[in-house]
T-cell receptor, first 115, second 114 residues
């Protein structure tokens, strides 16, 4: 009964490959996010979706394409992987887009290593 | 744009020491403020939050007070334990047009010696 679950937990792949990370939340939340955490632990938002609609796209290369088939799922597809894409990717969800005190619930993260 | 600045780590303390991790923010409007904790190999968990000025968030012995006059939300704990070793993130959330996002500080790694 994990609230926000993402798969896989670890992903090692070669440069140039295409890969996907899946995320599902069972909290009934309307808003989902993808964050990237670099090796220095800095967290940067990549995308935010509300009810399957993209509402934030933070200067992310267009090799990254999020897809939300329904409001409980937000997947991240990455084309032509590069070494610099190596990071931990976190999925998160929140009840609504930015109401007072809205907190986010995070998945366990996917550690992507591009070799 | 909005931002969060927190003290650089790593911070190393002995068990039962007093902890302060400083956090200041820059924001338009009235954001909500949060502290998240990330234990090794895990995702982020909400530690505490405050939604308006002078609110105090508290949880597991940690406290932080939303100070609008100094735009700060410093994290404190009176007596730390080895199990508190983790990375701590200060964050804010607010509305940006019709969107929302949570903006994180750079994180402070805390290590507690037995």
């Amino acid at each position: 009964d994990t609230a926000v679950s993402q798969t896989p937990k670890y992903l090692v792949t070669q440069m140039g490959n295409d890969k996907s990370i899946k995320c599902e939340q069972n909290l009934g939340h309307d808003t989902m996010y993808w964050y990237k955490q670099d090796s220095k632990k800095f967290l940067k938002i990549m995308f935010s979706y509300n009810n399957k609609e993209l509402i934030i796209n933070e200067t992310v290369p267009n090799r990254f394409s999020p897809k939300s088939p329904d409001k409980a799922h937000l997947n991240l597809h990455i084309n032509s992987l590069e070494l610099g894409d190596s990071a931990v990717y976190f999925c998160a969800s929140s009840r609504e887009p930015g109401g007072a005190g809205t907190e986010a619930f995070f998945g366990q993260g996917t550690r992507l290593t591009v070799v | 744009g909005d931002s969060v600045t927190q003290m650089e780590g790593p911070v190393t303390l002995s068990e039962e020491a007093f902890l302060t991790i400083n956090c200041t923010y820059t924001a338009t409007g009235y954001p909500s403020l949060f502290w998240y904790v990330q234990y090794p190999g895990e995702g982020l968990q909400l530690l505490l939050k405050a939604t308006k000025a002078d609110d105090k968030g508290s949880n597991k012995g940690f406290e932080a007070t939303y100070r609008k006059e100094t735009t700060s939300f410093h994290l404190e704990k009176g007596s730390v334990q080895v199990s508190d070793s983790a990375v701590y993130f200060c964050a804010l959330s607010g509305r940006y047009s019709s969107a929302s996002k949570i903006i994180f500080g750079s994180g402070t790694r805390l290590s507690i010696r037995p």
